[in-house]
């Protein structure tokens, strides 16, 4: 083991393909269904949504799947990214374990959003569409979709959920800098955002909600299609490129994770680095464990039932089988947008049933008290949904501490926090509160779930 | 010439020494001398104020001057930083010219200043200082030392200059999660500040305010010490690890520099990135360009006086032969904090009165809309200092178009622009304007050069 902090490939270990566990799961995924047939849906459904190379990947079962060269052209910018080793946060923890994470905040948008936005902004482009549509809960996907868009010559326009829209101007002026449309969601530009008003005016928004304004205007017109910044296949596969590199980073450290640690809302930040390392521990039966990170006020994995469900509010989307708080859930207003999701990717969700995943939650206090103690000593100040994993990092080390084992724990920084900065005020001002879920709200949302079983069913 | 992007040297190649042009300049620097008795300051002087290492370098003579390991360990963490060839940015200007650019936006605090802050707050410790004093203007130079004072276990007090802190309430969040404590300049904290409160209420503060509330404060306790963010020689002196690196550079990019472009405003970032290059101009008769970019609201080089003065506004400070817009000049609250100084550095004016520097003003419209432009082609937001930088390169660059030149244009983009969406928001929304300085103000604050003049005279 060298004394190294980090550990950085030159561009020629850029990898040249994403990694799929498709091909690789113990037993295949449910299929994804059509909410109107209930029958597996085929590339034709899914045509209106997205381009034909991303419904491809969707539905692929090829193990590698090959980086366009000019999406590799635009991650050279940043990619590989720095793995490093936390020495100082070690030694202020006075822990004998040996804390590794990989940081993707070094993206021109600051988080690793950036990596699937590069491609989806390219497949889109090369098919020929104008425009795209997405949603985005703290604007990390957003603005990255919104840099992409600008580097291939596409429109963008983005639902930013409600609450995240207000607490985060800053994100929305980076969209709109990068030349993007920014519209708060519930919006009244979509019958989708007019039904939630009609309801609740005061809606805080979700990502739910969001999704569906945001399929309903792509859906619209020929030259529009939707991209989603989370949730899918295609989007996990293109989160890969994490976990590809840190593989041969860990072995650049000579060390090789005991943990492995990301944050979960959708689940594209954990898939990307947890994946590449399950691949392993399928291969080469490791026991290496690895922790979603879920906030208590919206704990999918932790509390949720497993079942077909839809991705959004409105019920646009097809159904997909995952872990689901039920998809009218609205989670509360805390401070990790990029978390306030109602499902789960089904890949996650599917390795998680099968046992391979321990999801964790945590509430917001400590996992800001986390991201300040880590920016103290790394001098990096993380994202609020980075801060999750940052808390069960340091619980780890805390843990190896106390019964004096040296474990090698990865977490993935997913993104800084230069743009959350309010929530970092309002944490040290000692104006934010731990926040629950709402128990009865949950039980409803899961209450539509045997219903659709039972559709499903017949 | 390859067709790379991004031109990344490996950890072995991070400087070992930086580079003191002081050993090289054609005719020496005029002496520092004591406000009180006019003579050259001693290293006795300066001690009340910062430690002996750093009061070595700033008289030092010598070429080289070793980095040490401490502060190497810690600039491993993001140096070498990247070099860019903008190959986008050529493609939608339609350039013959090969644009290159430095980016210091890496480093954790976000700009250049990260570089002299922690080798600052390494000497202190050495020698056994508890508590440093600092003025910051936009916030980046503050919210570096408040990182590096972290680091090295150092208690930091800030004095925001009043307009950036009412305007970048987030970079003094950043600075507070760092744990530094940040104050608005001017303050009725300290003598100086209350002074000019006296005067003037609604003061908005000037770089040369806040240097004298927070020399007051240093000088008042035997534990503190103060630290500049720019101007003097020993802070220049950091700054080269960029233009060392970026030689290496560009003989990986197989190509050389016809013209370096920075920004300035107390003169770090421009000497950090065109001081090593002057050497070899010095050494190989180089016929390159060095352009240094001042706001027009604040045009030192361009408009002010050679002569001798002070560096702030209380007059605290020694007096130094530099160029000047006169000591009690406060610039317009434009959005560059960090180019809102009264004064140069004496190296950098030194060089300009020499010939070896070209300065040139631009405004701040034509500066975002450069700095929009950036963005989109380039996927990095700036921040509003480096803008000007931006819009000189791609100035040039259409200069090159029009005559058909293919010329290697190499600019610092000194820092990324998280932390000044308000400003791009701003601008974005048709709320800005050109700001021109008060003539009438300029002309009262140098009418007391003379008599400082006379007074060294007699």
Redesign the interface.
Known sequence: MTD???Y?L??QHLPTNWYNISADLPTPLAPVLHPATCQPITTDDLAPIFPRAIIEQEMSLEREIEIPKPVR??Y??WRPSPL?RAR?LEKALDTPARIYYKYEG?S???SHKTNTAIAQAFYNQQEGVKRMTTETGAGQWGSSLA?AG??FGLEIVVFMVRVSFDHK??RR??M????AQCIASPSSLTESGRAVLATNPNSSGSLGIAISEAVELAVQRDDTRYGLGSVLNHVLLHQTVIGLEAIEQMAMAQDYPDMIIACTGGGSNFAGLAFPFMRECFQRQLNTQFIAVEPSACPTLTKGAFAYDFGDTAHLTPLVKMYTLGSGFVPPGFHAGGLRYHGMAPQISHLAKLGFIQPRIYNQLECFAAG?QF???????PAPEANHAVCAAIDEANKCRINGESKAILFNLSG?G??D??A??DY?AGKLKDLEYDHNEVALALSGLPAIDAALRT
Request: glycine share 6%; hydrophobic share 40%.
């Open positions: 190294s902090i980090k950085l030159d561009e052209d635009v050279r910018q490093y100082r070094v021109p948008s600051g840099m600008a580097l101007p800053y002026a980076l709109e800098t990068f030349g300040i920016a103290k000593a790394e001098g990096i100040v800084h230069h743009f900065m309010q970092y005020m040290q």
